[in-house]
């Protein structure tokens, strides 16, 4: 009985690593554990900032994320496929399943976008380096840019790296808890698999940062899962 639960769950994945782009894997209305300890992003995010904002924020997006699917009598379970396509949603539950799916979503992809420093490369390598230099000069124009779109966005959303649908990266912005997979949503240039994002609601850095949002955004990238977007950016490519 194991072994067969085994053995479909590890075809399942081998085949989804393969076909299917990393970030647009199909993800439950569960919220899986942190990939490290909330202070493993010490000193650039600190302990207190990742409970609250694992523990609160995160985790009642899931919970309001289910009590309007209930309301609407949506028995869908897959967040992202929710989130794709909001407006084949009943209108009268589109903006909670936006905000709620949105914020769910988008906070899973966040945790794995982030790794203790130190604990893998400090900057992209091999295809992504490259693929960065050609698309952005430099890796360091880039973080110029990523970081401007972050600082930018008035209130509160997030900065994106995409991979668009004609495999090109760009650097998006969207409001609250919007994101790039969001058909109908987002402009349509600005659709594509996301494969690093960075939160810049207050809630991700107030604690620490206050207001200055270029400190958080400066602090971050000590933190960047590198190993995580290459993988992202393989399979967005493929
Ligand atoms: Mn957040």
Redesign the pocket.
Known sequence: MKRRAFLTTSTAALAGSLIVPASSHALDLTQAPLPYAPEALEPHIDALTMNI?FGK?HAAYITKLGDALKAASISKTDAIELISDIKALPAASQMAIRNNGGGHVN?TWFWKWMAPAGSGPAAPEGKLAAAIQNTFTSIDDFKKLFGEAGVKRFGSGWAWLIVTKDGKLKITSTPNQDNPLMKGIVDEADLGTPILGL?V?E??YYLKYQNKRPDYIAAWWNVVNWTEVAKGYAAAKV
């Open positions: 904002h924020h906070h939160d609601w809630h991700a």
